[in-house]
């Protein structure tokens, strides 16, 4: 059933990454993506797993410093020879405070297989998206809410709220989306997810 619904969601956002599709799958974790390569087309296949299997992760974006940092921490170029690798390598070394020195657009997962907890980040203006919903102890996050819907193959609800927001304000508010128990993670942001717990904090104003 995990491969079905996987598929239903990748399948969903083909269209965001022609070039690869890779999937993982975990015992209490899934992750898949549909990847556009720009640079190190050979080394950037996603998603990824720590040698140690520890860290499980994925990225949609572009960091424009990453050159800078390989300099700044004398990481390996043959380690650490994409974008994603580097954004391992840098939250094994400094945890969630990694992020304040992320220069880019990006949308990142990063699942911690031993304390099996979730990472969410999203870039500090929101360029690139990041959508989840948690309901019965299920957490499904993706860089579209169709991909969302396709978890359960749903038709999703309309928000009320939303049409309230986007007839005032021209857009949704905060954390909402234009569909009920689907929520947004708000730009200059970080997502934990972890014991059917979700805490969100901001690290960038």
């Not at 797993?49 to 043959?78: D, V, W």
Request: glycine share 6%; proline share 2%.
């Amino acid at each position: 059933e995990s491969k079905l619904r996987i598929t239903r969601m990748v399948n969903s956002i083909e269209h965001r990454g022609p070039d690869a599709t890779g999937v993982l799958i975990g015992k209490n974790f899934v992750s898949a993506t549909a990847r556009l390569s720009i640079e190190t087309i050979k080394n950037g296949h996603q998603p990824i797993i720590t040698n140690n299997k520890r860290y499980i992760a994925s990225f949609n974006g572009e960091i424009f410093n990453y050159k800078n940092i390989i300099k700044k921490y004398s990481f390996s170029p043959q380690e650490v020879n994409s974008e994603v690798k580097l954004l391992v390598k840098l939250f094994e070394l400094k945890g969630c405070k990694f992020i304040r020195e992320i220069e880019g657009q990006y949308a990142i997962s990063i699942y911690d297989n031993m304390q099996n907890k979730l990472y969410l980040f999203r870039d500090r203006f929101g360029i690139r998206p990041l959508f989840y919903k948690e309901k019965e102890n299920v957490f499904v996050y993706g860089s579209e809410i169709k991909s969302i819907a396709a978890y359960k193959a749903e038709i999703l609800k309309t928000s009320l709220n939303s049409i309230a927001f986007t007839g005032l304000f021209w857009s949704n508010i905060n954390d909402s989306t234009s569909f009920e128990d689907i929520k947004q993670l708000q730009p200059g942001s970080y997502l934990i997810y972890a014991k059917n717990k979700i805490e969100i904090k901001r690290y960038w104003n």
